[in-house]
């Protein structure tokens, strides 16, 4: 069974890659400048993004935490098996000697300064919209969004930054999706579309990818 979910998950990130590439209304870039050497790389914790949201709306609040602790995951999950990567832990966080308010750039420096890393990964989550209903019927699709900022510590520049936003599209909307093989078209969870959305990011960063 495992099998066949990553064979899955591997065919959604193609098809999300060519969809994205013929699609200009889904902002999904991608820059990366020389190359330097970078050695060790910290994994800030992903975290929602600071967008504007109503006091009194909490789902979306409440859409945001999840997604951050679902990203966390698979962060760690793709990660793991990379030697120079490291996931800086929230006691380590709160022990930073920062008066920075929140601001998670600053708190990537901060932490790459007295942690002791080249490099610093800050994952920002701006949507995380659950699918309604079951893998074959929906009233909505999964909506995901987030942006990864890998910062250089000794210069404070970033170096590579990559945007996903992606909502599932309906069969006769994305002629892609009736190129599933196996079992066909099936709407995602928001789980599973992160999953495809961070893995092909990741594997473009040249710092990140797999080997």
């Given at each position: 069974?495992?099998?066949?979910?990553?064979?899955?998950?591997?065919?959604?990130?193609?098809?999300?890659?060519?969809?994205?590439?013929?699609?200009?209304?889904?902002?999904?870039?991608?820059t990366a400048n020389e190359l330097?050497?970078?050695?060790?790389?910290?994994?800030?914790?992903?975290?929602?993004?600071?967008?504007?949201?109503l006091p009194s709306d909490t789902?979306?609040?409440?859409?945001?935490?999840?997604?951050?602790?679902?990203?966390?995951?698979?962060?760690?999950?793709?990660?793991?098996?990379?030697?120079?990567?490291?996931?800086?832990?929230?006691?380590?966080?709160?022990?930073?000697?920062?008066?920075?308010?929140?601001?998670?750039?600053?708190?990537?420096?901060?932490?790459?300064?007295?942690?002791?890393?080249?490099?610093?990964?800050?994952?920002?989550?701006?949507?995380?919209?659950?699918?309604?209903?079951?893998?074959?019927?929906?009233?909505?699709?999964?909506?995901?969004?987030?942006?990864?900022?890998?910062?250089?510590?000794?210069?404070?520049?970033?170096?590579?930054?990559?945007?996903?936003?992606?909502?599932?599209?309906?069969?006769?909307?994305?002629?892609?999706?009736?190129?599933?093989?196996?079992?066909?078209?099936?709407?995602?969870?928001?789980?599973?579309?992160?999953?495809?959305?961070?893995?092909?990011?990741?594997?473009?960063?040249?710092?990140?990818?797999?080997?």
């Amino acid at each position: 069974m495992k099998h066949v979910h990553t064979f899955f998950i591997s065919w959604v990130v193609t098809a999300l890659f060519v969809f994205s590439a013929g699609c200009s209304n889904l902002p999904q870039g991608e820059t990366a400048n020389e190359l330097l050497p970078i050695s060790t790389i910290g994994i800030l914790p992903a975290q929602p993004a600071r967008v504007a949201i109503l006091p009194s709306d909490t789902k979306t609040k409440e859409q945001l935490a999840d997604g951050a602790k679902i990203i966390n995951s698979l962060l760690s999950d793709y990660f793991t098996g990379h030697k120079d990567v490291r996931f800086i832990s929230q006691i380590e966080l709160e022990g930073l000697q920062s008066t920075a308010p929140g601001d998670a750039l600053y708190l990537a420096k901060e932490a790459g300064q007295q942690l002791h890393y080249d490099a610093v990964l800050v994952t920002e989550v701006t949507r995380y919209q659950t699918r309604t209903g079951s893998a074959y019927a929906v009233d909505n699709p999964a909506s995901v969004a987030f942006s990864l900022k890998l910062l250089a510590i000794e210069s404070g520049q970033i170096i590579w930054s990559a945007d996903f936003d992606q909502t599932q599209q309906p069969l006769f909307g994305n002629i892609l999706s009736s190129r599933s093989i196996g079992s066909g078209f099936r709407w995602l969870t928001a789980a599973e579309l992160a999953e495809a959305g961070l893995t092909k990011k990741l594997n473009s960063c040249p710092y990140l990818m797999k080997n």
